[in-house]
């Protein structure tokens, strides 16, 4: 069976009547900037015509770090340096949801400057926002103004009735206008964001600092698995975790996001503490020493976890 896909138009997201193998997500950035005097930094959005954060959706092979500075340099002028990781949403769009990183960034350079999708670019004070402004941009800005560093927060956007409407209205109208507009400038239409698949793993430490590995064949990996339809990475982790030891485990944090940079594929890697007893498909390793039949990319996810400090580490890793 077929399921509907999903495309992007004008760094935009909006339903068409396509089909594709695999269903994927789409994720998107934005970023927090302040200036000296605690204003913060805001764009006035050519769509929607509503007031946001700097951001935009990640390419293929792009870590979420590089295509914030990307965004924020295309869209406002200026040139920031993502600080930390602060938090991660998932919007449960049909047909496989959206996904957004959300960072703390300090200038580095530059000027302000407008651009095709920036109708406005200034500071504002955070008390005194200007409006529109869409919940869910707000919501992003105030979690990421508070965040002091630690854990980050991971949650769901809920769906207020005016957010599916204004969905529907920039799919159907707007963002078919914007192209046609573009044709008739004689610029090449926007290129669709690409669709990413996600899969989440869970890092589970023992007592000893040992992480938890299961046996398949003869291979061992971490517990974990692809996102089923329409649910967050989190949710994910979770799922295949109980199913693979029987176990309801906690989350704690978000210790490494990974990229797989041949195709658009990002790996999440949660940490939970959790005394799980071995089975014959268990087996708990320290750091370093798997089996050798450990892909690499799992050996330097368990490094990260073991190594973490107070932010999320992104990496792009190569092979198996």
Request: with cysteine.
């Amino acid at each position: 069976m077929q399921l509907p896909c999903q495309i992007n138009v004008h760094d935009r997201t909006y339903q068409v009547k396509l089909y594709c193998q695999r269903q994927a997500m789409k994720l998107t950035t934005n970023g927090i900037i302040t200036n000296e005097s605690g204003q913060v930094l805001l764009i006035q959005r050519d769509d929607s015509r509503t007031f946001a954060p700097p951001g935009g959706s990640l390419e293929t092979g792009e870590l979420p770090t590089d295509n914030i500075a990307r965004e924020v340099r295309e869209e406002t002028g200026l040139i920031a340096l993502p600080v930390r990781l602060v938090s991660v949403y998932f919007w449960p769009l049909k047909p496989a949801g959206m996904l957004n990183f959300v960072f703390r960034c300090i200038q580095r350079g530059g000027e302000l400057a407008t651009s095709e999708e920036s109708l406005q670019v200034d500071y504002f004070w955070p008390r005194t926002l200007p409006k529109p402004m869409l919940s869910l941009h707000q919501e992003r800005l105030e979690r990421g103004l508070s965040h002091q560093g630690g854990p980050i927060y991971w949650g769901t956007h809920r769906q207020p009735l005016r957010l599916r409407l204004m969905s529907l209205w920039l799919g159907l109208v707007v963002y078919p206008r914007l192209n046609r507009q573009r044709k008739r400038q004689g610029k090449p239409a926007y290129v669709p964001a690409p669709q990413w698949r996600i899969t989440a793993v869970t890092l589970i430490r023992n007592a000893k600092g040992e992480f938890l590995w299961l046996k398949q064949g003869d291979a061992w990996r971490l517990p974990g698995g692809e996102n089923g339809h329409i649910e967050a990475p989190w949710e994910t982790a979770v799922r295949h975790t109980r199913r693979q030891t029987h176990q309801t485990i906690q989350l704690a944090d978000l210790s490494s996001v990974i990229v797989h940079p041949e195709e658009p594929e990002m790996t999440f890697a949660f940490i939970a503490d959790a005394a799980i007893k071995p089975q014959t498909e268990h087996a708990w390793f320290p750091p370093g020493a798997e089996p050798e039949s450990v892909s690499q990319w799992e050996k330097t996810a368990v490094l990260d976890a073991a190594s973490l400090g107070d932010e999320t580490i992104f990496r792009q890793v190569t092979g198996s």
